[in-house]
Nanobody, 114 residues
Framework: QVQLVESGGGLVQAGGSLRLSCVAS????????MGWYRQAPGKQRELVAA???????NYADSVKGRFAISGDNAKNTVYLQMNSLKPEHRAVYYC????????WGQGTQVTVAA
């Protein structure tokens, strides 16, 4: 069984920063994909940033230059550094791991006050 635990969300003022963490544990033999999605109220879940199986990093156009994904392979952990946050970045942020089975974290709420 694989578990993902996210942390780091919270309330921040516009222009502030947050760093999200996602720690994967359990029977992980390979990682094809690991990254972050978000779901804002009334909207579909969307990709934010992720490491892909071919070793590249994908970012949503809306976060390029503002958010940065990083990882620690030894700890099966990915981070999402979010800078210059805006109210429209408010969402529940989810971690996704594919091994190739898909595992989602429980989500962490990010709220940005204007």
């Amino acid at each position: 069984q694989v578990q993902l635990v996210e942390s780091g969300g919270g309330l921040v003022q516009a222009g502030g920063s947050l760093r999200l963490s996602c720690v994967a544990s359990g029977s992980i033999y390979s990682i094809n994909f690991m990254g972050w999605y978000r779901q804002a109220p009334g909207k579909q879940r969307e990709l934010v940033a992720a490491f892909t199986s071919i070793g590249s990093i994908n970012y949503a156009d809306s976060v390029k230059g503002r958010f940065a994904i990083s990882g620690d392979n030894a700890k099966n952990t990915v981070y999402l550094q979010m800078n210059s946050l805006k109210p429209e970045h408010r969402a529940v942020y989810y971690c996704l791991l594919r091994t190739p089975y898909s595992y989602w974290g429980q989500g962490t709420q990010v709220t940005v006050a204007a």
